[in-house]
């Protein structure tokens, strides 16, 4: 069980962050909005679609958005699914988002583990290495080097790079949340001094930096914002 989960007379009442681009001369390049909403009990995936459904329906009545995508493996749109960063290809390689980001971890005692690049979403995720070589020090990519550091940090960096090559990229334009059900960090106080990665978030920053840039100058733009982040923050464990 979650263990933001609350009872609330007879409903489970769960939180979560509904991520939202900014617009106009705003230097943020995401907005953060906690939406409390009935929780649908089990681990069967009927439960989570449940879960999104009522979350995106009090998204809808507390921020007063019209259209929000989940995206993850549990969402009920293709396109949220496809933008999995399980399922979401590193640009033109055969490998995903996912084990990029994994594969390049960077720890006190290894990394990067390079052939996670060859191994499934899943299996790099939930490698043992990843677990058993002390603290996260930073990312190497591509013969680059990357700090801990908060959004926007070197995961957005790989999604969005992988974003840039996803043919349906505009349909995005036609949604003003997004979310991630398995993103339980629900304090917004508590990760604000912390690094964490939520495919989300990475969603949000791209459709803020794409209504202010060309789409051939948004990596560019986006590894400077992350070479002035400082690096004194605590990774979250959950990632």
């Not at 969402?75 to 980001?101: H, M, Q, R, W």
């Not at 070197?154 to 995005?172: T, V």
Request: proline share 3%; net charge neutral; hydrophobic share 40%.
């Amino acid at each position: 069980m979650d263990e933001d989960l609350v009872w609330i007379g007879n409903n489970t009442m769960a939180s979560r962050i509904v991520f939202l681009p900014t617009t106009g001369s705003n230097d943020e390049l995401f907005q953060e909005k906690l939406v409390t909403f009935d929780w649908a009990p089990g681990m069967a995936i009927s439960q989570a679609k449940k879960s999104i459904r009522n979350l995106h329906a009090e998204a809808v009545k507390q921020i007063g958005l019209t259209k929000i995508l989940e995206v993850s493996t549990r969402s009920e749109e293709v396109l949220g699914i496809s933008l999995s960063a399980f399922n979401l290809p590193f640009e033109d390689k055969s490998f995903s988002v996912e084990s990029a980001y994994q594969s390049s971890k960077v720890f006190e005692k290894g990394g990067p583990y390079l052939d996670l690049l060859n191994a499934n979403s899943t299996d790099a995720k939930t490698d043992d290495r990843l677990k058993n070589s002390g603290m996260l020090l930073g990312f190497q990519f591509e013969g680059m080097e990357f700090s801990v550091t908060k959004a926007p940090n070197f995961y957005d960096y790989l999604y969005i790079r992988g974003l840039l090559a996803f043919p349906n990229r505009s349909l995005l334009k036609n949604y003003d949340g997004f979310t991630d059900i398995t993103f339980s960090q629900t304090s917004l106080k508590y990760k604000s001094s912390r690094s964490y990665n939520c495919q989300a978030r990475s969603v949000a920053i791209f459709l803020t930096i794409s209504s202010k840039y060309r789409e051939i100058d948004i990596l560019n733009n986006l590894k400077q914002l992350i070479t002035r982040k400082t690096s004194d923050v605590i990774q979250l464990d959950l990632f």
